[in-house]
């Protein structure tokens, strides 16, 4: 096996504005070829319906659907038939995710802005949420996990997951047990942006869902985007990435093993590690090489490391914050002397792993956090999958009959101003005369 290349080495102030640009832009997801390949797939769900999903599982995952739905008793079959170290393992992380996002569940609040006025917001569970587990490349129980588990917790009436068939025409054992673990209501065998679509705007076989929840790869997080016209979606939460912050007291084995780790989901990974020092650098970026060559998922890993891979290196940690900010990546390891120190100084992270031992892995599966996170540079302003992603929020006013009194002159006044009478005899009927 050849040993890949890393696509940027050298001094990360050195890059050339060009590559610099390049390095940063993941946007895959609006690559052009993308976007019209998903807008069409789309299009042929919406006419099509149910039609067009068994073709497209024929031509994608070449899978015959017979019905496109998967009987609750054999999610509960996979389950029981699971080998019981692999099932105690998902059973763990499904309690850990539970109590993770049980302690983020909204409260009502209420505040009185003046004598007799009373504003308040009440958190109400989403009616019927769609969540997609990814399926192509290696299957995810534990996406299942992320997005059932919290939709559960946050109490939504119905919860449906959607993850592309194998051959046999169902999504995998694992997926399947996920699923009935964490108690999805529907299971669907869908994949890609004809799932998305399905869920957006429903057929004949699956029901429309008021949100989309879940990660995906550069098709799914298409078309997550694309259908915002008719549902809501948590972040795009596309190919995989990492950052690492490393300095001297890192073990650049330990930081390869967590490039690799993220580097062998798809070959659009983004797997990026600034070293304190060119010595650290060097070492890290032979470190994965070595690692890459061995890899297990090789052909996927050196794609990655190729198109956008990089091992760059800074004189000191205070250079790599800024970066870090632009970059806004999906998951930063801060692999330094006092991470918890450095830990307010890194800003647009989708999730941040405090000190080496934190594998990112450990996230991924187990640790309670959840791992559907924002990528692109989407972490700018986007958040996490959390249970909040499973309200929607119902604000109201309660005003007494002398705050009204009260009210009403000003309230006039102010709709005057904009020329709507109608409003400012409103407000008026209640002057106390
Ligand atoms: N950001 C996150 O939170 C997060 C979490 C977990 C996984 N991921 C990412 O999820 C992705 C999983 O990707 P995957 O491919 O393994 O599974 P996937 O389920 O996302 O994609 C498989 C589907 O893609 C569609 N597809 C494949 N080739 C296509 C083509 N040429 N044209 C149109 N559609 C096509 C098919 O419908 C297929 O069913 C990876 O990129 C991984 O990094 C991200
Ligand atoms: N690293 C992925 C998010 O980018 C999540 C995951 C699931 N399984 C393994 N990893
Ligand atoms: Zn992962």
């Known amino acids: ?75 509960e079959e996979a389950l029981a038939s699971l080998e019981p170290k692999l099932k105690e393992a998902l059973a763990r992380a499904a309690r850990n995710i539970a109590k993770a996002h049980a302690a983020q569940k ?7 802005t003046e004598p007799g006025i009373v504003v308040g917001r009440r958190p109400d569970p989403l009616g019927r949420v ?8 290696a299957v995810y129980p534990s996406s299942v996990l992320m997005g059932v588990v919290p939709a559960k917790v ?9 993850s592309p068939p194998g051959p046999d025409g169902k999504p995998s054992a694992g997926v399947l047990a996920a699923a009935a673990l964490a108690g999805a209501d529907r299971v669907f065998a869908l994949g890609g942006a004809g799932a998305v679509a399905a869920m957006a705007y429903g057929t004949e076989s ?11 790869n550069a098709y799914v997080a298409a078309a997550k985007l694309q259908v915002v016209d008719a549902v809501a979606i948590d972040a795009p939460a596309g190919p995989s990435e990492i950052l690492v912050v490393a300095d001297s ?3 650049p084995e330990a930081v390869a093993r967590e490039m690799l780790a993220q580097a062998e989901h798809d070959p659009d990974a983004c797997c990026v590690t600034v070293a304190v020092g060119d010595v650290l650098a060097q070492a890290v970026a032979a470190a994965v090489e070595r690692a890459a060559a061995r890899a297990r998922r ?9 198109e956008r891979g990089a091992v760059l290196s800074v004189d000191s940690l205070e250079e790599a914050w800024p970066f870090v900010a632009e970059f806004a990546p999906e998951h930063l390891l801060i692999a330094t002397t006092s991470p918890m120190e450095d830990l307010p100084k890194a800003r647009n992270a989708g999730t941040v792993f405090v000190g080496q031992y934190a594998s990112v892995a450990y996230g991924d599966y187990m640790t309670g956090a959840n791992h559907v996170l924002p990528t692109a540079g989407l972490a700018r302003a986007y958040s996490g999958l959390s249970v909040l992603d499973f309200y929607r929020w119902t604000t109201y006013q309660r005003v007494t009959r002398d705050a009204a009194a009260r009210l009403a002159d000003d309230v006039g006044l102010l709709a005057d101003s904009e020329g709507l009478f109608a409003h400012a005899d409103a407000a008026r009927g209640w002057r106390k005369s």
């Not at 946050?154 to 959607?162: M, N, S, Y």
């Not at 699956?206 to 995906?216: K, L, Q, S, T």
């Open 298 to 306: 090789h052909e996927i890993v050196t794609r990655a490391l190729r």
């Open 130 to 137: 769609g969540v997609y587990a990814p399926g192509g490349r």
């Open 206 to 216: 699956v029901p429309r869902v008021d949100r989309i929840v879940g990660p995906g």
């Open 106 to 112: 909204p409260q009502v609040t209420e505040v009185e």
């Open 154 to 162: 946050a109490g939504v009436g119905e919860v449906i997951v959607c």
């Open 249 to 251: 007291s890192a073990d």
């Open 1 to 75: 096996m050849n040993a890949p290349s890393i696509k940027y080495r050298g001094r990360l102030n050195a890059l050339s504005p060009d590559a610099r640009r390049r390095l940063l832009d993941r946007t895959g997801t609006s690559d052009i070829r993308v976007a019209q390949r998903t807008a069409d797939l789309i299009a042929r769900v919406r006419h099509q319906g149910d039609r067009a999903l068994r073709e497209m599982a024929r031509e994608f995952d070449r899978a015959e659907l017979q019905s496109l739905e998967v009987p609750r008793s054999v999610c």
